[in-house]
C-alpha cells in the first residue's frame, strides 16, 4: 500500500505546483495542468496508475457537468435565434474543415479525421467565461449570449461524439431511453429535493448527482459512447436549480478542482509526445490555422447579420474560437479507443491548447471593447450596454421557507474568474 500512497503524493504535488504556478502567472488552471502531465510523461516518465485513471475519467464527467450547469437557461430562451445560429455555424464549420484537412491533406484514415474534426471544432467556455469577468461584459446581454452560444458549439461536439463512434444496438436505447427520462425526472424532482435535504451533513443534494452521473455514464460506455453527453445535457437540466442553490454549486466544484480535474488534465497532458510534437509541427500549424479560419467564415459573417459593430463581432469570433476542455477530452477518447495513435494525439492536443492562448491573445489585445458601457451598433439585437450588477444566484427565492435570500454567490468572490467554468 505504501507505493500507492507515495504515487498519490507525487501527483499531487505535481497538481499542487501547477495550482501555484497558474495562480503567480495568471495562466489558465487547465493549461499549466496540461503542462505538468508533459513534464510526467516526458521528463519524469511517470505511468498513470489504475486509480487515477477513474479519478480522471470522474473528473472529465464532473467538469462537463459544471460547465453545462454555468448556462443560464433563460439567457438561452430568450436569445436562441441568435445563439443557435452562431453556435451552430460555430461547431459545423471547423467540423468540417479539420475533418476533411485531416483526411485529404494529411492522410489520416476516416475515423482519425472524424476525431480530429471533433476536437477541433469546441469552444472553451473555461477561457470564455474568464474574459468575460476580466473585461466585465459577463454581466450584459452580449457576454450572456456568447456564454449561450458557447454551450450550443460544444454540445454539438458531445453529440458527434456520441452519433459517430456509439454502437446501434439495444444497448444504446437503452442509454438513450434513460438518459432521456433521468433529464426529465431530475428537472422535475430536483427543486423540491434540493431544497428538502438542504444543509443535510450527509450532502445528499451531492450524492444525488454523483449517483445519477454514475449511472448514466456507466450505461453511455456500455452503448459505445462517452460519459460526456449525458453529463453535459444533466448539467444544463439541473442550472436553474443549482443557480438557485449557490451553496450546493460551490460544494461540487471545491470537490471536482481539488480531487479531480487537476487529475484529468495531467492525464491529457501525459500522452503528449515533445519527439512527435517536433515531427509534426508543421500539422499542428495546418490546424491551427483551419480551426481559426472556419471559425471565422462562419461566425463573422452571422455577427453582422446580428448587427454587432465590426470590433465587437470580431472579438466575440475570436472568442468563439477558442477551446480547451471538450477538445482535450475528444482527443483522449480517441487515443483510448484506439482511434488515433500518440503521434496524432499530440498534434491535436497541442492544437487545441494553443486555440486557447492565440485567439484569446489577439481578442484582448486588438479587439477588446473599450468599455462594458459601450453600445452596440443602433438597433443592435445584442447590447452590450451593462445590465445591473447582480450576479447570477445572488437574489434568489429559496423555494423552501418562501423567503428572499440576498448576498454574493459563495461559489466566486466578485470579479473574480472561474478558471474551470
Known sequence: ?????????????????????ARLSGV????????????AGNLLSLDPPQWLEFLAGFGSIMLTFLAGAEVDPAVLRSKAKESVSIGMASFLAPFLGAMFCARYVTGWDAQAAQIAGIALSTTSVAVVYA???????????IGKNILAACFVTDLGTVVALGAFFARSDWKLLTFATVTAASLAVVGRLSPRLFCHFRNHVAELEGKMVAATLFTLGGLALAAGSEA??????????????????????HKLR???FLLLTPFYFMKAGLFVSLPALAAGLGTVILFLAVKIGCKFMAVQPLTSLFRFRRREGT????????GLTFGTISS?????????DRPQYTVLVTVVVLSAVVPTLIAQAFFRPQ?????????????IAREPATPRGAEIHSGCRGNKQSGECPARRSGEADPYA
Open 332 to 340: 483522449l477518447f480517441g487515443l483510448q479507443h484506439g482511434i488515433i
Open 28 to 39: 489558465s488552471v487547465p493549461l499549466v495542468e496540461i503542462g505538468a502531465g508533459v513534464l
Open 228 to 249: 460526456v453527453l449525458p453529463a453535459y445535457l444533466l448539467g444544463l437540466a439541473m442550472a436553474g436549480t443549482l443557480g438557485e442553490h449557490p451553496h450546493l454549486l
Open 315 to 322: 472579438y466575440a469570433t475570436l472568442l468563439m474560437s477558442t
Open 1 to 21: 500500500m505504501e507505493a500507492t500512497w507515495f504515487s498519490a503524493a507525487t501527483w499531487m504535488w505535481l497538481a499542487l505546483g501547477a495550482g501555484v504556478l
Open 254 to 256: 471545491a470537490t471536482a
Open 371 to 383: 468599455s462594458p458601457q459601450v453600445a452596440s451598433a443602433p438597433g443592435a439585437t445584442w447590447n
Open 131 to 141: 474574459v468575460m469577468v476580466e473585461t466585465g461584459l459577463n454581466r450584459t446581454e
